[in-house]
C-alpha cells in the first residue's frame, strides 16, 4: 500500500507540542506584561484587551463558520494571543470601536484572507497596528500616562513618549543629553513608568515573559537576542561618534515595543524563518531597520514596520537558509 504524506503550511518541524499548548504557553507568558499594564493605565488596559481579544475570537469564529464555512479554529488559542498582542501595541485609552477596527482587520484581512493560521505572511497583529496607526494617527499616538487605576479611561492624562521627546527636541535644535533630563531614567523605564503602548513599556515584564518562552522551548534565542544586539552595537557606534545627536542603546532598548517586538512578534512562527541562521538574518534586519526609522524615519518608533518589513523577506530567506534536503548530496560528495 502506497503511503500517503500530508504537506502541511509551516512552520514545519516535528514536535509533541501542540498548537494550543504552544500559543498557551505565549498566553502565559505574556500574562507578566498585561499585568503591569493594569497595575500603569487601570482600567482603560482591561476594557482595550478585552475588547480586542473578544474581537478577534468572534471574528475569527464567524469568518470560518458562516464564510467559509469550514471548521472552527478558535480552541487553539491563536485568535487570543492576536488579541492580546494587538493591545499590547495600542494606547491604553483608545476608544472602543478603533480596537474593533483593528482587531478585524489584524483576523479578517491579515489572518483569514490567507486561509488562517500557517498561511498568513504577515503578523496579524501587527497589520492591525499598522493600519490603525494609519488610519487614526491622532488616537493611535495619545500616550497616557502611567498613574495607575487614577487614570481615567475616557479622560486619562497624556504625555509624550520618551521616543517622542527625543524626536521633537532634536526636531528643534536641542541635544540629548538635555532631552534626557526631560524624560524617566533608565531605571524608571525599565520598570515601566513612561508612556507608551499599554503592553511595551515595562521591560521588566517583558523579559521575565522571555525568560520564560526560552525556558519552556517556545522560542529559540536567535531572532531575540540578533534583534537586540543589532540594535545595541548600531545605536551604539552613533552614540559614540555624536552623543549629544543620538541616544544611547539601553535608551533604545527600553523604550517603544523593541522588546516587544523582539521577544513577542517577530518570533511568530508562521512569519519568521525557519532555520537558525535565516533567524539571525532576520533578526539583524529588524534591529537595523528598526535603528534608521527611530532615527531617520517619519515616525519615532519602527519596530512594527521593521517587522512587517522582514516578514515580507521570510521566504526569500527561506529559500536561501533552507537544509541540504534529505538524501541530497552535498557537493563535496558527502550526503
Same mark, same amino acid.
Given at each position: 500500500m502506497v503511503k500517503l504524506l500530508n504537506v502541511s503550511p509551516s512552520p514545519h518541524f516535528q514536535s509533541d507540542e501542540t498548537t494550543r499548548k504552544l500559543m498557551?504557553?505565549?498566553i502565559i507568558a505574556l500574562m507578566p506584561a498585561l499585568a *503591569?499594564?493594569?497595575?500603569f493605565f487601570g482600567t482603560g488596559a482591561i476594557i482595550v484587551t478585552l475588547t480586542s481579544v473578544a474581537t478577534?475570537?468572534?471574528?475569527?469564529?464567524l469568518?470560518?463558520?458562516y464564510l467559509l464555512k469550514g471548521p472552527t479554529s478558535i480552541t487553539d488559542l491563536s485568535a487570543i494571543v492576536t488579541g492580546l498582542l494587538l493591545a499590547f501595541n495600542v494606547p491604553s485609552n483608545l476608544p472602543v470601536y478603533i480596537v474593533v477596527i483593528g482587531a478585524l482587520v489584524a483576523i479578517g484581512v491579515a489572518k483569514m484572507t490567507f486561509g488562517g493560521l500557517g498561511n498568513n505572511p504577515f503578523n496579524p497583529a501587527i497589520v492591525g497596528r499598522i493600519f490603525l496607526l494609519i488610519s487614526f494617527p491622532v488616537q493611535m499616538t495619545t500616550w497616557p500616562k502611567p498613574t495607575g487605576f487614577n487614570n481615567s479611561y475616557a479622560d486619562a492624562v497624556?504625555? *509624550?513618549t520618551p521616543l517622542g521627546v527625543l524626536r521633537e527636541g532634536l526636531k528643534n535644535g536641542d541635544t540629548v543629553t538635555h532631552l534626557m533630563t526631560q524624560v524617566p531614567s533608565h531605571m524608571k523605564m525599565f520598570f515601566g513608568y513612561m508612556g507608551g503602548s499599554m503592553g511595551e513599556i515595562s521591560a521588566l515584564a517583558l523579559i521575565i515573559g522571555g525568560i520564560y518562552l526560552l525556558y519552556k522551548k517556545i522560542i529559540t534565542w536567535h531572532i531575540p537576542f540578533s534583534v537586540l544586539i543589532t540594535v545595541v552595537l548600531f545605536s551604539g557606534v552613533m552614540w559614540l561618534v555624536n552623543p549629544d545627536k543620538y541616544a544611547d542603546p539601553v535608551f533604545h532598548l527600553l523604550t517603544g515595543g523593541i522588546l516587544l517586538g523582539a521577544?513577542?512578534?517577530?518570533?511568530d512562527y508562521v512569519t519568521s524563518?525557519?532555520?537558525h541562521k535565516g533567524m539571525?538574518?532576520?533578526?539583524?534586519?529588524i534591529g537595523v531597520i528598526t535603528v534608521l526609522i527611530r532615527n531617520w524615519g517619519a515616525y519615532p518608533e519602527g519596530v512594527s514596520f521593521a517587522i512587517l518589513i522582514m516578514n515580507g523577506f521570510t521566504p526569500l530567506i527561506n529559500m536561501y537558509m533552507k537544509p541540504a534536503g534529505f538524501g541530497k548530496e552535498a557537493k563535496n560528495g558527502k550526503a
Open positions: 498557551l504557553g505565549v *503591569a499594564s493594569i497595575y478577534c475570537v468572534l471574528a475569527e469564529f469568518l470560518q463558520k497624556t504625555g *509624550a521577544i513577542f512578534m517577530a518570533t524563518p525557519m532555520s539571525i538574518i532576520y533578526g539583524v534586519g
